[in-house]
C-alpha cells in the first residue's frame, strides 16, 4: 500500500550537483517525518538528513553546508538538493518516511555516483 519512489540519482562529477526526489503514495507526507540515507558499500547505512513535520533539519555533519533536505506536501514529495558533490558522498540514497505510528517505510534506492 505505501510506496516511496525515489529518483535523480545518477553520475556527476566532482564539485557537480544533483536533486533526488522521493515520491510517495499511499501515505500522507503531511503526516510522516522524511529523511534521506545512503548506504556505501560494506558500510552502514547512515542518515543524511531529516525534515520533521514542523520543518526542522537534521544533517549529518559531512554534508552541512552542501545539501538541502525539503518537502512539498502538496506533491506528497520530498528532496534532498546536494551541492558540491564529493567521491565520498558515493552511495545508494534512499527516502524514508515515518508515520504517527513509528513506522518505518523505505525507498528501494537510487545510486549517486559521483566521479571524474
Known amino acids: 500500500q505505501v510506496q516511496l519512489v525515489e529518483s535523480g540519482g545518477g553520475l556527476v562529477q566532482p564539485g557537480g550537483s544533483l536533486r533526488l526526489s522521493c515520491v510517495g503514495s499511499?501515505?500522507?507526507?503531511?503526516?510522516?517525518?522524511m529523511g534521506w540515507y545512503r548506504q556505501a558499500p560494506g558500510k552502514q547505512r547512515e542518515l543524511v538528513a531529516n525534515i520533521r513535520l514542523g520543518g526542522s533539519t537534521t544533517y549529518a555533519d559531512s554534508v552541512k553546508g552542501r545539501f538541502t533536505i525539503s518537502r512539498d506536501n502538496a506533491k506528497n514529495t520530498g528532496y534532498l538538493q546536494m551541492n558540491s558533490l564529493k567521491p565520498e558522498d558515493t552511495a545508494v540514497y534512499y527516502c524514508r518516511a515515518g508515520d504517527l505510528d513509528w513506522r518505518a517505510y523505505w525507498g528501494q534506492g537510487t545510486q549517486v555516483t559521483v566521479s571524474s
Open positions: 499511499g501515505i500522507s507526507f503531511s503526516l510522516t517525518t
